[in-house]
């Protein structure tokens, strides 16, 4: 059996990620999160771990250098990675949308959209029928309608409260997320039986705690 | 745009180095070679093509041509294949000469990459293909070639998954009926979203039980036993034919004693409507990516007004070079050295050794300025400098 490379996500989606592996009865080491140390073996699991910023788990992946990977679905709209979608973890939900100031329009010139996701807000604007510029933004979007920068910005909303605290409304929803698990697609062929092994773990698992 | 470096190259274009040439020499050779022992002949067609014609008859999405206007003000484009210019020159030409067609071809294709700057826009592709001859045979035929290239190349981790359009679409159209919803559920297939396939089933107002038959659809991969578990899904006899060409071709792949690099993959759809029948990809250990793909495309002729069956494959060379572990070192250069006053000897030396075979380069000392540093590129050397007799280093 061959070694299995997986990337995670750091943050949000890690430890219910972790959870899930550990639900499924993989022995993940406990200090995964805490450890200084960016790679960890899991001898017994025979599987290889590694702490990636949620952005870039799709880019391990689609370049082979990990076999698996967890994502965000908003990840993978915005990054179009050659990957295997293979599995709906149904862990970390929340949704793409578009938010702004409250009681306000579009400009009519030249609307301006802020966003981490200009593939995914410029398709959906294109898709309306829209005619908007829109804005790469690293952090903190909420900033840019108070600031003045743009009058709507895409932007993953969970609970809502940060759109809250910012007193910005939602206008439209886009696209619901959850996490995914993705396979590359030649690790998908050459280490089928390992990678079918752990999705159907993992299948059998979500469909226990969808149950409950 | 900035000021661009004077050593700058457009976006995905590569240079290969001495020692990566050496190494794609090799590896080129030795598949071509396989590739001329089955009999095959190797054709060269032009680096541009007509948009209108090949551009369109391509597999390779639009978006993905690097486009151009000649002096008439026709679009042309740089070939993002070599399987529709083959097709161009088959109908045309080669195919009033002799039927069925075994051509090769080892050659640059151009595809414009939209993301991240550093993958290759021009890259080799190495392949055959087989016009004129609609039996499994030729399937059988050509997989078991491209089985043989690979072994040839030095590869030995490899596997290649065999899928077949027509059951897939079969399969669809009984359960969906209109070629529209098929379509759909293929493009998931295609983009290998199986999270988006399941939920698309999951909301099609479709009897659970059908629902059920495209959910399974998604694990028919593996070995041979995936084909019994396929054909409790299918009714009729086009989605049995289709199972029947998979099984024939892969005791075919047993008699060509191949198989054991061959498993199944129905789910498989490596391009939304260019494959007819079977079809296939190829993966090498350690590339990230399939190092090549094929199928059979027995449509694409008729573009070219001469229907004809065909299949094929194509090979990446730069993805067959990342497969194999390590480059080979550079063919060792022997150095003959010489001083002005012993040129004559140095020259009849150097060609004594060429005669031989062997790689000579001749090098007048007066021309480097480092000696020790320039020999040491060098396998050998052979000094005549000064007065004294020749002395080997």
Known sequence: ?212 | MSKLLMFEKPVGMRDTLPHIYETKRKLKEAAEGAMRSWGYRFIETPALEYSETVGEASAILDRQLFKLLDQQGNTLVLRPDMTAPIARVAAAKLLKERVPLRLAYSANVYRAQQREGGRAAEFEQIGVEMIGDDTISADAEVIALLVSVMKQAGLEKFQISLGHIRFTDELFRQILGTEERSEQLRRFLYEKNYVGYREHVKNLPLSSIDKQRLLQFLSLSGSINCLDEAAKLVEGSAGAEALDELKTVFSRLQEYGVDQYVTFDLPLVSHMSYYTGLLFEVYADGVGAPVGNGGRYDDLLEKFGRPAGATGFGLRVDFLLEALEQLEDEAGVHCVLFSNERRLEAIQEAQKRRAAGECVLLQDVAGVKDVDKFTETCKSVTFFVGKATGGNA
Do not use: W
């Open chain 1, 1 to 212: 059996m061959s070694m299995l490379t997986i990337a995670m996500p750091k943050g949000r989606i890690f430890e219910e990620a972790a959870a899930l592996m550990q639900e499924a009865g993989y022995k993940l080491p406990p200090e995964l999160d805490e450890s200084r140390k960016l790679i960890i073996e899991v001898p017994e699991e025979n599987m290889r771990f590694f702490l990636a910023k949620p952005m870039d788990v799709a880019t391990y992946v689609e370049h082979g250098v990990a076999d698996i990977g967890i994502a965000g679905k908003d990840v993978l709209l915005e990054e179009e990675r050659d990957v295997y979608e293979v599995l709906d973890l149904k862990i970390s939900p929340c949704y793409l949308a578009v938010a702004g100031l409250p009681d306000t329009s579009l400009n009519e010139v030249a609307p301006r959209i802020a966003t981490k996701y200009p593939t995914v807000a410029s398709a959906y604007f294109r898709e309306k029928g829209e005619q908007v510029e829109i804005i790469k933004l690293n952090g903190s979007i909420e900033l840019a309608p108070l600031i003045g920068l743009s009058d709507r910005i895409v932007d993953i909303v969970s609970t809502g409260q940060t759109l809250r605290e910012n007193g910005l409304v939602e206008y439209e929803t886009i696209v619901g997320i959850t996490s995914r698990l993705i396979v590359n697609p030649v690790s998908y062929r050459m280490k089928n039986e390992e990678i079918s092994a752990l999705v159907s773990r993992l299948t059998e698992t979500i469909e226990e705690k969808a149950v409950q």
